[in-house]
């Protein structure tokens, strides 16, 4: 990938006419589809992991081989029941909770990370703001530059309480600065979101998904909101009430997307597997 690519290459100069070329090179080299996949794969990780930590605006189409890799960043209902249910397999709670908030919402991880008690409803939650890494702030909009509200179930919502019950600054710090995803002993920054990724991948070994097969398979934190957006269209809600909760960008959304019958589906959905 170096070799082709260039090794000074910034990350934000990777196009998908790049992605095409690296492919594209590969097949004239002679390399089997597999071995073009496991590179392919190698560059959507990073791509993948370089999204999440905003370094880049969003991920440029990636190219594989013909036949290759099974799975393209998403995890089967089947793995998120293993992991989110074997709570011996995560090295702590808070990143045990951050995984299944976003498998139930699609929330990002700096949407997560960016949630503070004030936003944080009965039925809902707003995704106003995210935590920029690189500035270490709060940053008020989301990666799409629109605000948002996630209907929440009941699980959602006892999940995020556990959480802000626990906080050790629940006491020190007004509702609009409390994290829910906090920090042990930051009052002032949320949990540090390579840690909860990290948490990720350790539960995804403890389950049987080994480093090699999680790469191969393009799984990140981001995974999630992959699965979180196939639970909600494979439960029958509209497409358009989908992008609006999840963020997409794919049109304009607007509020009025939302309908009492779609949020009753999108909170019953949450809960579903």
Request: glycine share 6%; aromatic share 6%.
């Amino acid at each position: 990938m170096l070799r082709i690519l260039g090794e000074k290459t910034l990350l934000t100069e990777i196009t998908r006419r790049e992605t095409r070329r690296l492919r594209d090179r590969l097949f004239q080299e002679g390399k089997a589809p597999a071995t073009i996949n496991h590179v392919i794969n190698t560059l959507s990780v990073i791509l993948q992991a370089a999204e999440e930590d905003e370094i880049i605006q969003a991920i440029p189409r990636v190219y594989r081989a013909g036949g290759g890799s099974k799975k393209r960043g998403a995890l089967t209902r089947e793995e998120a029941q293993s992991l989110l249910g074997s709570p011996e397999a995560w090295r702590n709670d808070l990143e045990r909770i951050a995984s299944e908030v976003a498998a139930r919402t699609g929330l990002r991880r700096s949407e997560l990370l960016g949630l503070t008690a004030n936003r944080c409803h009965r039925d809902h939650i707003d995704v106003s703001h995210v935590w920029e890494p690189v500035s270490w702030k709060l940053k008020d909009a989301t990666k799409s530059g629109e605000s948002r509200i996630v209907p929440i179930s009941r699980r959602v919502r006892t999940l995020i309480i556990q959480l802000l019950r626990r906080s050790p600054h629940r006491w020190i710090l007004p509702a609009d600065q409390q994290y829910v995803f906090y920090h042990e002993t930051n009052p002032r920054a949320p949990y540090d979101g390579r840690e909860i990724t990290r948490g990720l991948y350790h539960a995804m070994e403890y389950i049987g998904i080994s480093e090699e097969e999680r790469q191969a398979a393009s799984l990140t934190f981001h995974s999630w909101r992959h699965f979180a957006n196939s639970q909600m269209i494979e439960a029958g809600i509209p497409e358009a009430t989908v992008r609006a909760m999840i963020g997409h960008q794919s049109q304009a959304m607007t509020m009025n997307y939302y309908h009492a019958q779609d949020l009753a589906r999108i909170v019953a959905a949450q809960d579903d597997w």
